[in-house]
T-cell receptor, first 111, second 116 residues
Framework: GEDVEQSLFLSVREGDSSVINCTYT??????LYWYKQEPGAGLQLLTY?????DMKQDQRLTVLLNKKDKHLSLRIADTQTGDSAIYFC???????????FGTGTRLQVFP | EAEVAQSPRYKITEKSQAVAFWCDPI?????LYWYRQILGQGPELLVQ????????DSQLPKDRFSAERLKGVDSTLKIQPAELGDSAMYLC??????????????FGPGTRLLVL
C-alpha cells in the first residue's frame, strides 16, 4: 500500500536554509504536496508539484522531486522563527484526490 | 478570504458518551473530507463526500462513527460511544471538485477531542 515517510525533527538557526525530506512508495503518485501545521491549528497548503516536474520554486520555497528514487524535499531559504511548525508531505495517486500524509517533520528555528 | 469553519474547537468528554463535530466548507466546494489526526502522526482520511453522497468511507469505524452531509453543504461527524482511543484532532477539509487530484484541499482549524 501507499506509505509516506519523513524524518521527525529538524533544528536550524535563523537565517540558515532548512531542508525537509520525504520518501514515498506509490509510483503512481500524480501530485505531491507540502503542508504546514502550526500548534493547535489546521493544515496550510504551502506548495505542490506535479509528478512530471523535478523542481518548483515559490519565493523562499524550493521543491525538488526525484521520481526515480521517490524522494521529495522542501527547502526553505532564510528560515525565520515564524517557520517553526510541523511540515507534512502528502501525495495523491492516479485518478484519486485522496491525500496520503507522512508523519510530519517538526522544524524548530532558533535565534 | 473564505475559510473552512469547524466547531467546537475543543471537546472533552467521558468514554461511552456521544460527541458531534460540525464543519462548514468553503462556499461552492462540492467535496468535503473528514480526517483524523492522532498526536504525532499525519492526518488520515475518515470519510469523503461529493455533494451529499459518500464516496469513500473505507477507513470510518462504522460501528461507532457516522457522518452526514444532508444538503450537500455543511457536515456533521458523530462518535457514539466515544472511546479513549478516539482522542485526536478531527480535521475537515473541502475542495472545489472531486476526481482531479490537482484540486487543492483547504483545511479548517480542527476540533481537538479528549476522551477521559
Amino acid at each position: 500500500g501507499e506509505d509516506v515517510e519523513q524524518s521527525l525533527f529538524l533544528s536550524v538557526r535563523e537565517g540558515d536554509s532548512s531542508v525537509i525530506n520525504c520518501t514515498y512508495t506509490d509510483s503512481s503518485s500524480t501530485y505531491l504536496y507540502w503542508y504546514k501545521q502550526e500548534p493547535g491549528a489546521g493544515l496550510q497548503l504551502l506548495t505542490y508539484i506535479f509528478s512530471n516536474m523535478d523542481m518548483k520554486q515559490d519565493q523562499r520555497l524550493t521543491v525538488l522531486l526525484n521520481k526515480k528514487d521517490k524522494h521529495l524535499s522542501l527547502r526553505i531559504a532564510d528560515t525565520q522563527t515564524g517557520d517553526s511548525a510541523i511540515y507534512f508531505c502528502a501525495e495523491t495517486g492516479l485518478r484519486t484526490d485522496k491525500l496520503i500524509f507522512g508523519t510530519g517533520t517538526r522544524l524548530q528555528v532558533f535565534p | 478570504e473564505a475559510e473552512v469553519a469547524q466547531s467546537p474547537r475543543y471537546k472533552i468528554t467521558e468514554k461511552s458518551q456521544a460527541v458531534a463535530f460540525w464543519c462548514d466548507p468553503i462556499s461552492g466546494h462540492a467535496t468535503l473530507y473528514w480526517y483524523r489526526q492522532i498526536l504525532g502522526q499525519g492526518p488520515e482520511l475518515l470519510v469523503q463526500f461529493q455533494d451529499e453522497s459518500v464516496v469513500d468511507d473505507s477507513q470510518l469505524p462504522k460501528d461507532r462513527f457516522s457522518a452526514e452531509r444532508l444538503k450537500g453543504v455543511d457536515s456533521t461527524l458523530k462518535i457514539q460511544p466515544a472511546e479513549l482511543g478516539d482522542s485526536a484532532m478531527y480535521l475537515c477539509a473541502s475542495s472545489l471538485d472531486m476526481g482531479d487530484s490537482q484540486e487543492t484541499q483547504y483545511f479548517g482549524p480542527g476540533t481537538r477531542l479528549l476522551v477521559l
